[in-house]
């Protein structure tokens, strides 16, 4: 089907509600195919996503509590909960009561998932690539530093706990 006028979808006209906002528009579409893309790439490789941002906190910081992750993901404890079932079934996480305080679980990647760590790295810098495609190392470097100016605008308004 060739792209009408008549087929919201598939025009270059921004909604009415976003003509206030077209950069907003723009960066929810682009964070949007951006998830998409990676998703595909997860997929192959056994992971739903948002499971690699677990997988990367735990890589980085070592065993931590379930809550922990909950806050520092920022979701719902019971899509936290089920993302680390499908990542424990797949041997990629082990949770275990926590010595100090055995209502509490502690989150840890297993030694199965140091493999993963380095084809999710391969995954993200695969999508990097395609990402910046057609910018050149100083247009990389001007946008990069753009999102965070972007990014820090927008952890002032979320709030701290929100931001790296």
Request: glycine residues 8%; contains cysteine; aromatic residues 4%.
């Amino acid at each position: 089907m060739s792209p009408t006028t008549d087929d919201p979808a598939c025009t270059d006209q921004i909604p009415v509600a976003a003509r206030s906002g077209p950069v907003s528009l723009a960066l929810s579409r682009v964070a949007r195919l951006h998830r998409i893309a990676a998703g595909q790439r997860l997929r192959g490789l056994g992971l739903y996503p948002g499971q690699e941002f677990v997988m990367m906190h735990l890589w980085d910081k070592g065993p931590v509590r379930q809550s922990e992750l909950i806050k520092t993901l920022d979701l719902d404890p019971s899509t936290v909960t089920k993302m680390l079932q499908r990542l424990e079934q797949s041997g990629h996480v082990r949770r275990t009561p926590d010595p100090g305080d055995r209502r509490a679980s502690l989150v840890e990647a297993t030694d199965r998932s140091c493999g993963l760590l380095e084809d999710v790295a391969g995954v993200w810098g695969t999508l990097e690539e395609q990402t910046l495609a057609g910018l050149s190392e100083r247009d990389r470097a001007e946008f990069a530093r753009l999102l965070s100016l972007v990014e820090g605008n927008l952890c002032a308004e979320a709030g701290a706990a929100q931001c790296p």
